[in-house]
């Protein structure tokens, strides 16, 4: 069982940056892909980006390609998502997922999922 606590959503405005961060119990951390989904209010959850188990590879949705940078400790079992020049349509509830697989981009595959954090960003 891994069990996931977002932390470091809220209220910005357009252009300025925000940390996620994503705390993660259970001693395999490692060999999970973790990532990050997001969902706006009438929408459907949406990939934002995942980052496989050793690290080495990344894969990012093409609206937050250049903006967002996922990066994970496998020594404090936390992966963080840096949001840089953020837009009002990234408003939405931002969720730390964990699979014990290759990454992924359909949210069927997740097994694991925080409760999710506020993010939004005014114009």
């Known amino acids: 069982q891994v069990q996931l606590v977002e932390s470091g959503g809220g209220l910005v405005q357009a252009g300025d940056s925000l940390r996620l961060s994503c705390a993660a119990s259970g001693r395999t951390f490692r060999t999970y892909t973790m990532g990050w989904f997001r969902q706006a209010p009438g929408k459907e959850r949406e990939f934002v980006v995942a980052i496989s188990g050793n690290g080495r590879s990344t894969l990012y949705a093409d609206s937050v390609k250049g903006r967002f940078t996922i990066s994970r400790d496998d020594a404090e079992n936390t992966v963080d998502l840096q949001m840089n020049s953020l837009k009002p349509e990234d408003t939405a509830v931002y969720y730390c997922?964990?699979?014990?697989?290759?990454?992924?981009?359909?949210?069927?595959?997740?097994?694991?999922w925080g409760r999710g954090t506020q993010v939004t960003v005014s114009s």
């Open positions: 997922v964990a699979v014990r697989s290759g990454i992924v981009t359909s949210a069927r595959y997740y097994d694991y």
